[in-house]
Each structure stands twice: as structure tokens, then as C-alpha cells.
């Protein structure tokens, strides 16, 4: 390390320095990389065994021998060893970032802000719309009364203006329907039946 030198830069230095070593001044994948392919290992178990017959008879009499093999290739995805480049932060970097951040904390917190009075405000509004169908229900309740007092109505009218039609003689001075000038000569009495 030189005087003048700051241990960020060393350590920058010392990086570069094992990864060109290392890498032997290109990059290769870990997979391709003749220290990883060392440690993969082959192993192969065999056994004989003339002690245990698995045989019900005693005339079949011969060795058996069991041969099995292990290969231990681990799986892992190829990695490309490169150079790392660290970044050099100072502080009006650090400054930066956290005015950066102070802005961001602000925004967030008037953010909130709103979604809190938005919500109050979509509570109040749902109650609204709740109390609103509540008197939609009602007013429906009340025009089919209405409605159907009308047609009731309607139809007592229509009934009314046909007894007094049979009742009523023509050219009649009295009652309703009276038209001046006219009058009847015969006076006779209509009896409707109840």
C-alpha cells in the first residue's frame, strides 16, 4: 500500500489483481473451470457375499456379486467469474441519496395522508349509497300502493260513472249531469238493484 494511496483503493487493487490472476486474464464459467472439475468424484462400491443365499434349494450353489456405481456431479448453474467494479461513494454522494430519501419519506407520508381521507371519504360514501337504497326500496313500496289504489280507484270510477248512467233520464233537470235548456216531459223512476 502506498502513502498516498486509500485503503478503498488498495482494496480495489488487491480485487483486481486476484480476479486477473484467477481467471488467468479472460473470464470462463465455474462449470468449465479445472479446479471445480477436480473435486467431482467417482465412486464405485462392490460387493460379494457367499454367506447369504437368497435360494430355497441346496443345489444352487454359486456366488453372487453386486456392482453399483455413484457418480457425484453436483448441480449448479454456471457462473461467469468477472472483474467487480466497486463504486467509489463519497459524501455528497451519501448526502444526496439521503435528501433523496428525506423527499421520498415526504411524498410517502402525504401519500398516506390521502389514502386515509380517500377511504373516510369511500366510507361515508358507501353509507350514503346504503341509506339511499333504502329509500329507493321505499319509494318503490310506496308507487306500487299508489299504483295500485289507482287502478282500484280507476275502477270504482268506471263503476260509478255506469250506475249513474243507468240511473240518469235524459233531458233530467236534477243531479249531476243537468244540461240547461233541455228537460224531460216523462217523469219516471228507475230502480237499480243493490
Not at 435528501?99 to 361515508?124: A, G, H
Not at 248512467?165 to 224531460?184: A, L, M, P, R, T
Request: glycine letters at 4%; hydrophobic letters at 30%; aromatic letters at 6%.
Amino acid at each position: 500500500m502506498e502513502e498516498d494511496e486509500t485503503i478503498e483503493k488498495f482494496n480495489g487493487r488487491v480485487l483486481d489483481l486476484a480476479n486477473e490472476s484467477f481467471a488467468l486474464g479472460f473470464g470462463h464459467y465455474q462449470a468449465e473451470c479445472a479446479t471445480s472439475l477436480k473435486r467431482k468424484k467417482k465412486a464405485f462400491v462392490t460387493t460379494l457375499s457367499d454367506d447369504e443365499s437368497s435360494s430355497d434349494s441346496d443345489c444352487e450353489i454359486f456366488g453372487r456379486a453386486l456392482v453399483s456405481s455413484l457418480t457425484e456431479n453436483p448441480i449448479e448453474e454456471p457462473t461467469k467469474i468477472t472483474e467487480i467494479n466497486t463504486p467509489k461513494t463519497t459524501h455528497s454522494d451519501l448526502e444526496e441519496v439521503l435528501s433523496m430519501w428525506e423527499e421520498d419519506q415526504k411524498v410517502l407520508n402525504q401519500q398516506q395522508e390521502k389514502i386515509m381521507i380517500l377511504t373516510k371519504e369511500n366510507l361515508r360514501l358507501m353509507e350514503k349509497i346504503s341509506e339511499l337504497k333504502d329509500e329507493l326500496k321505499n319509494a318503490k313500496k310506496e308507487y306500487d300502493t299508489l299504483n295500485k289504489s289507482v287502478r282500484m280507484l280507476s275502477l270504482g270510477t268506471s263503476t260509478l260513472d255506469e250506475i249513474l248512467s243507468k240511473e240518469k233520464v235524459k233531458n233530467d233537470k236534477k243531479g249531476i249531469g243537468y244540461s240547461k235548456g233541455e228537460f224531460s216531459k216523462t217523469k219516471s223512476t228507475v230502480f237499480v238493484c243493490a
